[in-house]
């Protein structure tokens, strides 16, 4: 298969696996402006599929740099009507939304971190029934990605840019089955044996997780009562299959954000608004962050768990095999999308409701109360290694091993 094969091959499983676009409904897809070619296949593929409108909005990092860098605070401190509106007023209608990735890992690097924090704050009022919708699961969405130069060549400095664009290429259709017989078949077995996974989680349902590795972390993390194993594909309200992560191999729940001891050791960089936090830890006392540390970065870290109550607090514990596919490639991404699908990681932040039975059905006031954190942010970062162990302490004291030496034990 050449390149333009494999992008209509990619462009179809996204829309009829991925967002899973159904007869009459809306996709709202977000794509950088150099991949429009792309977009118009995206576009051809979901009104095949039966899609009623594609609304495409484009994305341009370079210009979101130059905004950052020249347009004055109070810009950032208000969304627009119209921007608002489109969100909340797109996911009000059950529209279906695909973003698709293309980011320099460092373009905001030097940003004023004032400007940032205004900007995700003003974004978490403005567009509150968009968020709303995905907590309660309402909607269909899927992330997936696409090289940039900048991106390539982060991961791959030692190459010219057409070859490093071309590596990112070959790398990414591996993580998503591209070029396989039937990548669809593909990802429905996948999918079956991430399922066989939460399956076995949520019949123990562990009162606490305890980590341990040779980095340093020794963190023992409580879990809700009645949580929720999710992985692979998720079901909206309506009972329709998607995947909102392509790649995808966690499983995922939320954690119990009252309870947290201990200290955690980053495994991998962390790229957060385009800023690389690197070498850093966390420590936690009953579930809250109170000391960190960052050998790089370590500003814009400090700016991630200051943006509000929730941000030092837990909202996702997850768990990825140190022996699987993307993992195994020995490439760090540095895109939270793919590397987090390569290591056991936590979140900082909100935690998706659904992930504690009825969470979703319940105020985030009432959802508090039972241990699910509320914040802006929700921030993966890596904590997996080859020696990780993580051991399920139940309620009555009795121990299970879930991972030895980075991999599944169960």
């Known amino acids: ?102 980011e ?13 924090l205004a900007n995700v704050k003003a974004s978490e009022i403005a567009l509150k029934d968009y968020r709303d919708c995905f907590d309660k699961s309402e909607l269909q969405w899927n992330l997936f990605a696409v090289p940039n130069v900048a991106w390539a060549k982060k991961i791959f400095p030692d190459l010219d840019e057409k070859e490093a664009i071309e590596k990112l290429w070959e790398a990414i259709f591996k993580t998503v089955h591209i070029g396989k017989e039937n990548p669809v078949e593909a990802w429905k077995k996948h999918d079956a044996n991430l399922v066989s996974k939460c399956n076995i989680l949520n019949e123990k349902q562990f009162a606490k997780l305890h980590y341990e590795n040779s980095l ?55 790229s957060y608004q385009g800023t690389l936090i690197n070498n850093f830890s966390v420590t936690f006392k009953d579930g809250k962050v109170v000391d960190f540390d960052a050998k790089e970065g370590y500003e814009a870290l400090e700016r991630l768990l200051n943006t509000d109550e ?59 109360k039972i241990g699910g954190n509320d914040s802006m942010n929700h921030v993966d970062f890596m904590v997996g290694t080859k020696d990780l162990k993580v051991t399920g302490i139940e309620e009555n004291g009795n121990k299970t091993v879930i991972f030895e030496k980075g991999n599944w034990a169960i």
Request: with cysteine; proline share 5%; net charge negative.
């Open 1 to 102: 298969m050449n390149l333009n094969e494999k992008l209509m091959e990619y462009a179809e499983l996204a829309v009829k696996t991925g967002v899973n676009i159904q007869k009459d409904q809306i996709l709202v897809l977000q794509c950088p402006v150099e991949y429009a070619e792309f977009a118009r296949m995206i576009t051809k593929c979901a009104y095949e599929a039966g899609a009623k409108e594609v609304v495409v909005s484009w994305k341009d990092e370079k210009l979101g740099r130059l905004k950052f860098d020249y347009a004055p605070l109070e810009v950032f401190e208000n969304v627009p009507n119209w921007k608002a509106s489109f969100y909340n007023d797109y996911a009000k209608q059950n529209a279906a939304f695909m973003n698709v990735l293309a």
């Open 216 to 270: 340093g972390t020794d963190f023992v993390v409580g879990m809700p009562k009645n949580h929720i194993w999710a992985g692979g594909g998720e079901s909206n309200t309506k009972g329709i299959r998607f995947f909102p992560n392509m790649p995808t191999e966690e499983v995922f729940t939320a954690p119990d954000c009252r309870y947290a001891d201990g200290k955690v050791v980053s495994s991998m960089p962390l």
């Open 104 to 116: 320099d890992p460092e373009i905001f690097k030097g940003v004023s971190s004032e400007k940032l």
């Open 310 to 368: 929730g941000s030092r607090r837990l909202g996702e514990v997850a768990l990825v095999p140190y022996d699987s596919a993307i993992s195994n490639m020995g490439i760090l991404f540095y895109n939270t999308l793919f590397d987090e699908n390569a290591s056991c990681h936590f979140a900082f932040g909100k935690c998706y409701p659904n992930t504690i039975k009825g969470g979703e059905l319940l105020s985030k006031e009432d959802l508090k």
